[in-house]
């Protein structure tokens, strides 16, 4: 199963919500507006909105229009005339056939004038980031865009159909409440300081450097290309120098999941150089762990390969992406 990215709503949540108790509490805040019970309607809105990223059932449009209607009734009863018109105007994109009943808001309501002064016109809308699994459903609807300057409700759905998270949003960037398909983007830089030994006898731990180019070839594969070279001190004669010895890998890696902390392995083509500057072809098999899942994460792995003769390397890096 997929790492699951729970936002900080749902982990206050003792139990799933139900599509009926959301669907009370709409109606709730209706009979409150009737009565003109302040406190009844928002206490109403404070439950809808602990409930919605608590449910553990799809929503239809109609529903999601509720929500966003109630949103904006509370705001304007609260005198928060511009914020209530972002609600209202986020709702009749979502339902614009829809007409407030006469026995909520009567015809010379304020409210009213409020809610029909708007026009419905198709919102501005950004692209949304691919999940890793499933597919997601924004206002009640299948999509991969959410309106760019308006409220809006997605849901996530898993390989198998379930609703793992509802969320309200616009989000922060980066802070998508599902995982991503590409996480850091796709392409990826990542500079790391190596250690290497030596398999068949002790000698001379050697240290070095290593820069890597991993590009997305689609799914959890990219393809990892790079440069090195090892610092190595010698004794001749006496004397002690540090050699380097120049390298360039090409291969590619596997993601083994979409955790915060993710697993991978992989293999390379390995060519270096040696005491006479002969090229050296080799190969390397490695494994490891990404702690990150942001523009900057860290790396941590363990390559065995052979060149010229077999080797033990650590690597630990930094590195960034898109």
Not at 4 to 31: G, I, M
């Amino acid at each position: 199963m997929l790492w699951l990215l729970l936002n900080s709503a749902w982990a206050t949540c003792p139990s799933p919500a139900t599509f009926q108790s959301l669907s009370q509490s709409l109606v709730q805040a209706e009979q409150a507006f009737r009565r003109s019970d302040r406190g009844a309607l928002e206490a109403a809105e404070a439950e809808a909105e602990r409930q919605l990223p608590c449910l553990d059932g799809p929503l239809r449009p109609s529903d999601v229009a509720s929500f966003m209607r109630l949103k904006g009734i509370a705001l304007f009863v609260r005198k928060e005339r511009d914020a209530a018109t972002v609600w209202f105007e986020a709702a009749r994109s979502v339902e614009p056939s829809y007409n407030l009943p006469e026995a909520l808001i009567p015809e010379r309501h304020p409210l009213r004038r409020a809610f029909e002064a708007i026009e419905v016109s198709e919102p501005a809308s950004d692209r949304l980031p691919e999940p890793a699994e499933g597919w997601l459903e924004v206002n009640g609807r299948p999509a991969d865009e959410v309106p760019a300057e308006l409220p809006w409700i997605l849901q996530w759905r898993d390989g198998s159909g379930r609703i793992r998270t509802t969320s309200l949003g616009p989000v922060d960037s980066g802070r998508w409440p599902y995982p991503l398909r590409y996480v850091r983007g796709r392409w990826q830089i990542v500079t790391s300081g190596v250690v290497q030994a030596a398999m068949a006898e002790l000698g001379p731990v050697r240290s070095g450097l290593t820069a890597r180019a991993l590009i997305e070839a689609g799914g959890r594969f990219a393809v990892d290309a790079g440069l090195r070279t090892l610092f190595t001190s010698i004794s001749a004669e006496a004397a002690s120098e540090v050699r380097f010895i120049p390298g360039a890998h090409l291969g590619g890696r596997v993601w083994l999941g979409q955790q915060t902390v993710q697993p991978f392995v992989g293999a390379l083509a390995l060519l270096t150089s040696h005491a006479e500057q002969a090229a050296a072809p080799g190969g390397v098999a490695f494994g490891g762990i990404r702690f990150g899942r942001t523009s900057f994460f860290v790396d941590a792995g363990v390559e065995a390969g052979y060149s010229r003769d077999g080797f033990v390397q650590l690597d630990v890096g930094v590195g960034f992406g898109r």
